[in-house]
């Protein structure tokens, strides 16, 4: 492991390895940038729900992203996290391990390059540290100790991102017609955060910090580091950067959703670029579902001029087909 992390080896190294080089097709030199096309912004703080809700529906429609302000989650709780997750990627290798592998079933987890069957050859240029965050606590005791003060932390963030991602799916099955508490429960029972670290990159024309997918979750809540413009979104055949906003989060549909919504909501593509001055840190906070909870188009959308779309399946197998087959894990649900 320690030999394989980005952080114990990149700033010996003037050139990309051959294994994190991408193909030519996807490397993000050869892409077309989006110019008439901005990630919309929603105040979720005013007033007018009807209106919040609307903003919420069209950018959930026509992107399958927005970005929140005022959304409610303390600025010192965000400052805490990404500090703690700053000074985690920066112990000694040794630390990192230990702190990270205390769970046996290896929920709790810290990896580098990319997951799943699918991958290919090329690595992506990120470490990243996993693990679960249920409301229970369980799991916490997998949780690192070090540095000091983690477990606190990221348990305040955590509780937060909760909260902030009941609301806005509750204002999302409103403008559905769904009950507001429909992602309630199984929906939701399995959070998981996750600390992405993308350290300088020598040749980022070469690179990948994530590659080209959709989130197979219910919702994620990115917290995006400060003036360093990295993440992108596909629409209509070109790339949108998604500008980092001071104290906001950006949001995106997972699959999961998409399919809920029996098509009406995207699931939208994004990758992640590298750059070659500076490292770049991430919290996201995925909401998802136990993997025995059955996904399928909610009933309450499904009519006989709105026939579904999807199958139905456990959020398992959807998560197995997405280890699988990867960015091409879609077509499995769809109906003929």
């Known amino acids: 492991m320690a030999s394989k992390l980005l952080s114990t080896w990149y700033d010996h190294s003037s050139v990309v390895p051959s294994s994190y080089v991408q193909p030519p097709e996807r490397r993000p030199g050869n892409a077309v940038l989006a110019s008439n096309y901005e990630i919309p912004v929603i105040d979720i703080g005013g007033q007018d729900r009807d209106d919040i809700i609307r903003n919420i529906i069209k950018s959930s429609e026509e992107y399958g992203f927005f970005q929140v302000i005022n959304h409610g989650v303390p600025k010192e709780v965000v400052n805490n996290a990404l500090r703690i997750f700053k000074e985690f990627h920066a112990m000694p290798i040794d630390e990192k391990i230990r702190e990270s592998s205390k769970d046996p079933h290896g929920s709790c987890k810290l990896y580098t390059g990319n997951v799943g069957k699918w991958a290919d050859a090329a690595l992506y240029w990120k470490d990243t540290l996993q693990h679960p965050c249920p409301p229970s606590g369980e799991f916490m005791e997998f949780w690192p100790e070090k540095p000091e003060g983690y477990r606190k932390a990221i348990g305040k963030y955590t509780k937060e991102l909760r909260a902030l991602g009941f609301k806005i799916l509750e204002l999302i099955s409103d403008g559905l017609g769904l009950d507001p508490k429909y992602f309630h429960g199984d929906h939701s029972a399995s959070p998981v955060v996750i600390s992405h670290l993308y350290p300088p990159c020598p040749e980022p024309s070469l690179t990948l910090g994530a590659s080209r997918h ?83 188009p909610a009933k309450p959308l499904l009519s006989a001029t709105s026939p579904p779309k999807y199958g139905t399946m456990t959020f398992g197998e959807l998560w197995g087909n997405f280890l699988d087959k990867g960015p091409t894990f879609e077509a499995q649900f769809r109906l003929p």
């Open 214 to 296: 959709k989130d197979p979750n219910v919702l994620t809540i990115l917290h995006q580091q400060a003036e360093i413009t990295a993440l992108q979104v596909f629409k209509d055949g070109a790339w949108i950067p998604v500008e980092p906003i001071p104290d906001a989060f950006v949001i995106n549909m997972g699959f999961m959703l998409q399919i809920i919504s029996n098509g009406r909501l995207v699931a939208s593509e994004h990758r992640v670029i590298t750059n070659a001055n500076t490292g770049r840190h991430t919290i996201a906070y995925f909401i998802s579902p136990a993997k025995e909870t059955v996904i399928g």
